[in-house]
C-alpha cells in the first residue's frame, strides 16, 4: 500500500552566509552559517510513490519541470528510496508562496520539504536530523529550512557522511521581522552551486571570507541568543556585503546587486539615521532583505515600496519549524 505525504517548509535567509564549499561531491559546506526562518514564504509539496511511474515526475506550481530542476529532485527521491530499500518512482506536486528561481529561497524551503515529504511517503520515520543531511545533500541552505526559529549549520569536513543543521533556539525566542524587497521577478542570472564554485577558484578574497567566516556566525549566533538586535544587524550585513565582496572579486566579476537593490542598502542606511533599526542582507540575487523590530517593520516596508525598482514587499515574522501529514492513497 502506498501513502500520500504532504510536507510543509518555510524558506530562510541566512544572517551569517554560507558561501563555498568543502567537498562539492558531498556539498558540504566550507564555512558555517545562521539563520531565520521566515513565516511568509514556504513552500508545500505532495509525494506519491507509484509502482506504475517509469520515472519521477516534478510538477511546481502547475508547471511539469524537466531538465536540470527534475533531475536535482531525482537525485533527493535516489537516496531516500536507497534508504527505503524501494525501486518506486514518485509523483511529486509542489506549490512556492512566492516566484520560483527568483533568488527568494525556493530551493531551501523546496527541497526541505521533498527531503520530509518523500522520507514520510517511503515509510521511513520522521527524523529532522536526518531530513535536514537530506536538505542538505540537495541544497546546503535546505538542511536549515527543516527547523523553525533561528538554526545554524555548521561547516563540513572533506568527506564527512552527514552533517545536519541544528536549531539555536525557536520562534518564539524572539519576534523580529524580515521585511523583503521584491527587486525582480526573473531566476537569478548564476545559481549559488556555480557562483560558489566560481568564487572559491577565482577570487583572491575566498580565503579570507573562510577564515572570517567562524567568527561571523559565533557574532550572529550571541546576538540571537543575547535578543540584541543592533548587534544581529550589523553583524548580518557584515556577512552578506562581505559574501559580495568576495564574489564581485572573481574573474569574470560575479555580481549579484542590480542599481535597485542598491537603492535599497542605501535606503536604510538613511532609515538607520533617523533611528530605525533596520539591516539589510542579500542573497545570490537582486533581492533585499531588511532585519528589523515588529514596532519599525510597517515603517521599513513602506520605504522600501517607495524606492525606485522595489516591485513589491513582503514583512515575515519568525517561521516555525516544517511538518509533514501522511495520508492513504
Ligand atoms: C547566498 O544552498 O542554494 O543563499 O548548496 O549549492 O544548493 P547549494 O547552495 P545554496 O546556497 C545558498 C547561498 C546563500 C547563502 C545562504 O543561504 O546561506
Known amino acids: 500500500m502506498h501513502v500520500r505525504a504532504t510536507a510543509r517548509a518555510h524558506a530562510n535567509i541566512a544572517l551569517a552566509k554560507y558561501w563555498g564549499k568543502a567537498d562539492p561531491e558531498q556539498n558540504l559546506p566550507a564555512v558555517p552559517s545562521v539563520s531565520v526562518t521566515l513565516d511568509a514564504l514556504s513552500t508545500q509539496t505532495e509525494v506519491q ?11 511546481l506550481d502547475a508547471v511539469r519541470v524537466q ?47 521533498l527531503a520530509l515529504a518523500s522520507m514520510a511517503a517511503a515509510g521511513l520515520p520522521i527524523d529532522r536530523a536526518m531530513a535536514s543531511d537530506m536538505a542538505r545533500r540537495a541544497s546546503a541552505s535546505a538542511a536549515r529550512s527543516i527547523f523553525g526559529g533561528f538554526v545554524r549549520l555548521e561547516a563540513g ?9 541544528s536549531p539555536i533556539a525557536p520562534a518564539g525566542h524572539w519576534d523580529i521581522r524580515v521585511v523583503v524587497a521584491v527587486t525582480s521577478l526573473g531566476p537569478k542570472r548564476v545559481g549559488s552551486t556555480e557562483g560558489m564554485r566560481h568564487t572559491a577558484s577565482t577570487s583572491p578574497y575566498y580565503g579570507p571570507w573562510i577564515e572570517m567566516s567562524r ?5 550572529v549566533q550571541k546576538a540571537i541568543l543575547d535578543r540584541n538586535l543592533v548587534a544581529l544587524g550589523e553583524a548580518a550585513e557584515h556577512s552578506a556585503l562581505s559574501m559580495h565582496a568576495c564574489a564581485m572579486a572573481s574573474q569574470p ?3 549579484y546587486l542590480e542599481p535597485a537593490t542598491l537603492a535599497c542598502v542605501e535606503a536604510v542606511r538613511r532609515l538607520r539615521e533617523q533611528g530605525v533599526q533596520a539591516w539589510v542582507t542579500i542573497d ?17 516596508a ?6 525606485p525598482g522595489v ?13 509533514v501529514e501522511v495520508t492513504e492513497a
Open 49 to 59: 510513490f507509484d509502482d506504475a511511474l517509469e520515472a519521477d515526475e516534478l510538477t
Open 67 to 113: 531538465g536540470r530542476g527534475l533531475k536535482r529532485a531525482a537525485r533527493l527521491l535516489d537516496e531516500v528510496r536507497a534508504m527505503a530499500g524501494s525501486k518506486s518512482f514518485a509523483r511529486i506536486t509542489s506549490h512556492n508562496s512566492f516566484p520560483t528561481g527568483s533568488g527568494l529561497a525556493s530551493s531551501a524551503s523546496g527541497f526541505a520539504a
Open 157 to 165: 569536513a572533506p568527506g564527512q557522511r552527514t552533517l545536519a543543521a
Open 215 to 219: 567568527g561571523l556566525a559565533d557574532r
Open 253 to 255: 566579476p560575479l555580481v
Open 284 to 300: 545570490a540575487g537582486p533581492h533585499v532583505k531588511v532585519l528589523t523590530s515588529p514596532e519599525q517593520a510597517a515603517r521599513v
Open 302 to 307: 513602506e520605504h522600501l515600496a517607495s524606492v
Open 311 to 323: 516591485l513589491r514587499t513582503i514583512e515575515s515574522r519568525v517561521g516555525q519549524d516544517a511538518s
